[in-house]
């Protein structure tokens, strides 16, 4: 997102709040009200830390249920169940967790700014007990790390179904991954250095098919890169 600002910081060391968010909504929805699914967290997570100072993400919500759109959410951060009571009045409406992996040490050190593991399944548990329809989204499998297995168990009977995305190692972040790697986890290294082919991640994917079945849950989708 750099490119699209003036920012020279390190991607995750800036934010820029756009506090006129819901107005500029309610503005082009009132003069352009054509209907489809609006995504929330796609680049940033909606629910951020200064998301608990500014409740952006929430009066959002609020304008989108006025003009009854279909909303997804995506975020790694336990704050959503503060908007249960809105979620829960939108007639089409999902919401997702992204769960990297089940240690908590793993995910301090690749997510130090996102709620731990257990706290996002606890989330999904809550939203799931609302009625919300919720999913996981495991991503990005991180080799050595993420037990899919586990993951799958964890999130039986709160989660509609499963989403899951291979480890990206062309984009802008894989260089810190791999600085991580070495520093924190050098018994990884090697399986980080020679990288991952497309043999690795058909075995990941049947893995995945076969603990959807085990433990009944379903799989929308399993993401390549």
């Known amino acids: 997102m750099r490119r699209f ?23 082009e929805l009132s003069r352009h009200p054509k209907r489809g699914t609006v995504l929330l ?40 169940v503060r908007d249960i009571d809105v979620l829960k009045q939108l007639s089409d409406c999902e919401v997702g967790l992204t769960i990297t992996t089940l240690d908590r040490k793993a995910a301090a050190d690749f997510e130090p700014r996102a709620s731990s593991p257990q706290k996002r ?11 919300i329809k919720t999913y996981a989204f495991v991503g990005p499998v991180l080799p050595g790390l993420t037990n899919i297995e586990a993951i799958f168990s964890s999130l039986n009977g709160r989660v509609d179904f499963v989403m899951v995305e291979t480890l990206n190692t062309k984009c802008g972040n894989w260089e ?31 893995e995945v098919k076969a603990f959807s079945t085990k433990f009944n849950i379903p799989m929308k989708g399993f993401y390549y890169h």
Not at 5 to 27: C, M, Q, R, S, Y
Not at 121 to 127: E, F, S
């Open 41 to 80: 967290g796609s680049v940033t997570d909606a629910y951020q830390p200064a998301e608990r100072k500014y409740e952006i993400t929430r009066s959002v919500l609020r304008v989108l249920l006025k003009y009854n759109f279909p909303v997804s959410i995506l975020t790694k951060s336990d704050l959503v």
């Open 176 to 206: 810190d991954i791999k600085k991580i790697i070495k520093e924190k986890y050098p018994e990884l290294l090697t399986l980080y250095t020679d990288g991952f082919g497309k043999e690795y991640w058909t075995r990941i994917e049947r």
């Open 121 to 131: 399944i606890d989330t999904l548990k809550a939203l799931h007990s609302a009625g």
């Open 5 to 27: 600002t003036k920012h020279t910081e390190k991607w995750g060391d800036f934010l820029d709040v756009k506090i006129n968010a819901p107005e500029v909504l309610e503005k």
